[in-house]
Antibody
Framework: QVQLQESGPGLVKPSETLSLTCTVSGGSISSYYWSWIRQPPGEGLEWIGY???????NYNPSLKSRVTISVDTSKNQFSLKLSSVTAADTAVYYCARNMGIAVAGMDVWGQGTTVTVSS | EIVLTQSPATLSLSPGERATLSCRASQSVSSYLAWYQQKAGQAPRLLIYDASNRATGIPARFSGSGSGTDFTLTISSLEPEDFAVYYCQQRSNWPTFGQGTKLKIK
């Protein structure tokens, strides 16, 4: 079955850019929307944005000025870049598959990767 | 932004009891609402999509209902593994999550 795996640095300095990649295995990245979600320590879930395999993306308005999500279909990967990070961006970052643009539900999730923003 | 408010924040029940969790939206989301279960140190797991459809592999004791602004997740008879945090999520405009309900053992 489809599996997702996040990868990237676990420590990022303030003001720098956080970069993460999600690798899709066991299936194709095509024909689905793919999301990034984060969860600060002890808090709830926040959707960051999603991308379609064609490259069309949509972002959380509260993060839109700092976020870029891209896709590489040849590698079956999609990526997150979050610029000008602060301690408030410290969180577990998850990638997930959206069941469909007209469906409410993310049915496959990565295990999550912890990113700490600190000097 | 559509705000989802979950109640109660914490629910204390015993195995075998029935659990009823609520999610209220600040404006109508039609049936575009999902429910997730999250255990400590794990990623969320999709339980219910589009308000009332069980995701693949989810036991029949989990059911979802509602439309518009008021939604309910019901666990008919609690199993020990059901004690966790539950989140609702809507997908109108852009996805947002509720703040979660912690289901704990009484």
């Amino acid at each position: 079955q489809v599996q997702l795996q996040e990868s990237g640095p676990g420590l990022v300095k303030p003001s720098e850019t956080l970069s993460l990649t999600c690798t899709v295995s066991g299936g194709s990245i095509s024909s689905y929307y793919w999301s990034w979600i984060r969860q600060p320590p002890g808090e709830g879930l926040e959707w960051i944005g999603y991308i379609y395999y064609s490259g069309s993306a949509n972002y959380n308005p509260s993060l839109k000025s700092r976020v870029t999500i891209s896709v590489d279909t040849s590698k079956n990967q999609f990526s997150l870049k979050l610029s000008s990070v602060t301690a408030a961006d410290t969180a577990v970052y998850y990638c997930a598959r959206n069941m469909g643009i007209a469906v409410a539900g993310m049915d496959v999730w990565g295990q999550g990767t912890t990113v700490t923003v600190s000097s | 932004e559509i705000v989802l408010t979950q109640s109660p924040a914490t629910l204390s029940l015993s195995p075998g009891e029935r659990a009823t969790l609520s999610c209220r939206a600040s404006q109508s989301v039609s049936s575009y609402l999902a429910w997730y279960q999250q255990k400590a140190g794990q990623a969320p797991r999709l339980l219910i999509y589009d308000a009332s459809n069980r995701a693949t592999g989810i036991p029949a004791r989990f059911s979802g209902s509602g439309s518009g602004t008021d939604f309910t997740l019901t666990i008919s008879s609690l199993e020990p593994e059901d004690f966790a945090v539950y989140y609702c999520q809507q997908r109108s405009n852009w996805p947002t999550f509720g703040q979660g309900t912690k289901l704990k053992i009484k």
